[in-house]
C-alpha cells in the first residue's frame, strides 16, 4: 500500500485510477481541472486520457466506452454539465454496460464560474444517483463506490465534490499496483443502444422503480451517517458535503449535537432520514447552493404527518448564496441551539494587517491587452458593441480598457454580436473569443453567422493556450494527452472552411498594425475575422523589459489607457516594475513622449 497526501482532485483521480477506469474524457475547468493534470502525471498504463473539445464530446466518447463494458470517467464544472446536457439526459435512458462516472465539480461563491448552480438538481433531473463527499478521503472512496453502483444499475453515476473538497488536501492510501479492469466489449442491439420512443417510454418507467430501490439500498451506505449527541436532544443538524465537515467540528465541541450527514442526495434516502425525523422537535440543514436536502426533508415530513420544525435556507437560518465556513455554521448553530459561548480563554488581539487588494487584471504583457487596445483605438468615436467570452480575456472588461460588454457564457461571444448586429445596423459588432473556447463552443456561432448574413467582425485572441485553467492543450496546439504530437488545427483553415470569406492575422502587440487591421475590417460588410496570434506570456520566456528614461513628463498616458500592473508610480513618478515587465513595448507604442525604452535585462 502507498500513503499520499493529496489534493481532493488528486484523490478522485487516484480513485478512479485504482476502480480500473479505462477512458478518462474531460473539459478543463476550475475547480475540476486537476483531476485529470493528476492522472496526466501518475501511472496511467492502457488508459486513453484526453482533454476533450468540449464537455459534449467528453461525455459521448465516455458513453460509448461504457457501452463496450470498459470504465469510463468524465470531468467538469458545473457550467460544463449544461453542455453536456443533451447526451446525458438521453444516455439517463439508454443505460449503460461499464461504471461510468461523471465528475461535476461545483464552485459556490462562486469563486470561478459564471454561476452557483447546484448539480444534485441536474441529477434529479435526469433522474441519476448523485454522490455527495464532505472531504477528499470521502472523495477518493465514493468515486470507487461510485463506479460499483453504475454497474450495478447500469446508470452514469455524478460525483459532486464542491471547491473546497477539491481544493483541500488529505492522505490517503492505496494500492499503487493499478490496472485498467477487464471489459467484454460491445455487443451490437439496436434494441438497446439506439433510442427511439418506445425504448424511452419504457426504461423510464424502470429508471422510477430503480430509483426507489437505490434509495432504500443506500439508507445503508456508509456515510449516509447518523451521530448521536451525547446528551438527551430533540434536535438534529442534517449536512452534506463541506458542510458536514464544519458541522462536525462544531459538533466536537458541543456533546449536545446530533449530526447526520446525507451524502446521497438523489434519489433521496426518505427512510433512513424519516427514522431521524420521528425522534426529533426541530431540525437545521446545512447545504451549500440550493435547500435540496431542506426541501426534502419538509416533502418527508409532510407526507408522514410529522410535527418538526425543518429549518434551514427556506427559513433564512442558512444563507442561500455563497460558501459556508466554520465560522458561518459556528455562528448558524450557535442561533440554532440558542446558546452564547463563553470563551475562558484569554483573548489575545492580533493587529494583522488586510491583504492588498489585487482586482483581477489581465497579466503584464498579456497580449490581450493589444488586441483589445487596438480594437478601442480604431472604433474611438463610433458606435459599437464589444461582445466578450469566457476565458482570460473577460478581464478585458476592466478600466481602463472597459472593452467588454456582456459575456453570458462559453462561446455566446460569437452569437450574441450578431443578435446586435440584427437589431442596430448603425454600430459596429465585434465577438471576442480564445482559441480553445473557439475550438470548444464557437464553431457554430461562426455557421450561423455567415448562414444568416451578419455583419460582425470576429476577434480570435489566439494565445496557443488554454490559459485560464492551467494552460492545457487543445487542437490548435498540436499536442495532446496520450504524448503524442498531431497536427495543429488551423484556425484560418477551419474559417475559411465555415464560408468565412475576409480573414485577416495581425500581431496584438504591434498597435499600428492591428489599428490598421480593425479599420479595414470594419469597413467591409458581412463575417469578418482577425486572428490576434501572440503567445500567452506564461509559457514564453522573456528576457527583456521596459524602462522609463528621462524624457518622461508623467502625463499617466501609459497607465490611464493600458492599465498594465507593471507599470506603477512611486513618489509620483511613473516606473516600471522589472519583476512583471515582458519587454511587449506596447506601453512604449502608446507614450507620446517615447518616455519608455525597451532595455536588455542583465
Not at 91 to 100: D, E, F, T
Not at 105 to 118: F, H, K, R, V
Not at 220 to 247: C, D, W
Not at 302 to 324: M, Q
Request: proline share 5%; hydrophobic share 40%; net charge negative.
Amino acid at each position: 500500500m502507498k500513503k499520499e497526501y493529496v489534493m481532493g482532485n488528486s484523490a478522485i483521480a487516484i480513485g478512479a485510477l485504482c476502480s480500473g477506469v479505462k477512458v478518462v474524457a474531460g473539459y478543463p475547468g476550475t475547480p475540476s481541472t486537476e483531476i485529470i493534470e493528476t492522472i496526466y502525471h501518475v501511472p496511467h498504463k492502457d488508459v486513453h486520457l484526453e482533454w476533450s473539445v468540449n464537455e459534449k464530446a467528453a461525455m459521448e466518447v465516455a458513453a460509448a466506452a461504457a457501452y463496450t463494458g470498459a470504465r469510463s470517467l468524465v470531468t467538469m464544472k458545473q457550467v460544463g454539465l449544461n453542455v453536456a446536457a443533451d447526451p446525458l439526459m438521453s444516455l439517463a435512458y439508454v443505460g449503460i454496460k461499464g461504471g461510468m462516472v461523471i465528475v461535476v465539480a461545483d464552485d459556490p461563491g462562486p469563486i470561478s464560474s459564471q454561476t452557483e448552480q447546484d448539480t444534485r438538481r441536474f441529477a434529479d433531473f435526469a433522474r441519476i444517483p448523485v454522490l455527495d463527499p464532505a472531504s477528499p478521503e470521502q472523495a477518493f472512496t465514493m468515486v470507487q463506490d461510485a463506479f460499483l453502483l453504475s454497474e450495478k444499475y447500469h446508470t452514469p453515476v455524478i460525483l459532486r465534490p464542491t471547491t473546497r473538497v477539491c481544493h483541500a488536501y488529505a492522505s490517503i492510501s492505496f494500492d499503487e499496483n493499478y490496472c485498467v479492469k477487464e471489459f467484454d466489449g460491445f455487443e451490437k442491439d439496436s434494441s438497446k443502444w439506439v433510442i427511439f420512443p418506445k425504448l424511452s417510454f419504457k426504461n423510464h418507467d424502470m429508471i422510477e422503480k430503480r430509483n426507489v430501490q437505490i434509495a432504500k439500498e443506500a439508507g445503508s451506505y456508509r456515510f449516509n451517517s447518523v451521530e448521536r449527541a451525547q446528551k438527551p436532544t430533540k434536535k438534529a443538524v442534517f449536512a452534506s458535503g463541506i458542510s458536514y465537515s464544519y458541522a462536525k467540528e462544531y459538533q466536537i465541541a458541543h456533546d449536545d449535537v446530533t449530526l447526520v450527514q446525507i451524502a446521497t442526495a438523489f434519489p433521496f434516502v426518505e427512510d433512513f432520514a424519516l427514522d431521524i425525523l420521528k425522534d426529533t422537535d426541530e431540525v437545521i440543514c446545512l447545504e451549500e447552493l440550493s435547500p435540496y436536502i431542506e426541501e426534502n426533508l419538509l416533502k418527508t415530513a409532510g407526507r408522514h404527518h410529522l410535527n418538526v420544525v425543518i429549518k434551514g435556507k427556506l427559513t433564512g437560518c442558512v444563507p442561500h448564496a455563497g460558501e459556508l465556513s466554520v465560522e458561518k455554521v459556528k455562528q448558524i448553530l450557535d442561533s440554532f441551539y440558542q446558546r452564547e459561548e463563553i470563551s475562558n480563554e484569554t483573548e489575545v488581539e492580533f493587529n494583522i494587517p488586510d491583504l492588498p487588494v489585487r482586482p483581477p487584471v489581465l497579466c503584464a504583457g498579456c497580449p490581450h491587452r493589444g488586441a483589445f487596445y487596438a480594437v478601442k483605438t480604431a472604433m474611438r468615436g463610433k458606435k459599437s458593441y464589444f461582445c466578450g467570452d469566457i476565458g482570460c480575456y473577460t478581464l478585458g472588461n476592466a478600466k481602463p480598457l472597459d472593452m467588454v460588454d456582456t459575456c453570458l457564457c462559453m462561446g455566446a461571444g460569437v452569437t450574441m454580436s450578431q443578435g446586435f448586429n440584427f437589431v442596430d445596423k448603425d454600430a459596429t459588432s465585434f465577438a471576442f473569443i480564445g482559441d480553445s473556447t473557439f475550438f470548444a463552443s464557437g464553431l457554430t456561432g461562426v455557421v450561423n453567422a455567415v448562414y444568416n448574413e451578419a455583419d460582425v467582425i470576429i476577434c480570435i485572441l489566439d494565445n496557443s493556450t488554454t490559459a485560464m485553467t492551467g494552460h492545457q492543450p487543445h487542437p490548435g496546439t498540436g499536442f495532446n494527452l496520450m504524448g503524442n504530437f498531431v497536427d495543429k488545427i488551423d484556425i484560418e483553415t477551419v474559417l475559411k472552411g465555415l464560408g468565412v470569406k475576409t480573414i485577416r492575422k495581425a500581431d496584438p502587440l504591434n498597435l499600428k498594425e492591428s489599428v490598421d487591421v480593425i479599420k479595414e475590417l470594419a469597413s467591409i460588410k458581412g463575417v469578418k475575422a482577425v486572428i490576434f496570434k501572440s503567445p500567452c506570456i506564461s509559457i514564453v520566456k522573456h528576457e527583456d523589459c521596459c524602462t522609463v528614461n528621462d524624457k518622461c513628463r508623467t502625463c499617466n498616458i501609459c497607465i490611464k489607457k493600458l492599465g498594465c500592473p507593471a507599470i506603477v508610480k512611486i513618489n509620483d513618478k511613473v516606473c516600471i516594475d522589472e519583476s512583471q515587465c515582458t519587454g511587449c513595448t506596447l506601453c512604449n507604442q502608446v507614450c507620446p513622449h517615447k518616455a519608455i525604452e525597451k532595455k536588455k535585462n542583465g
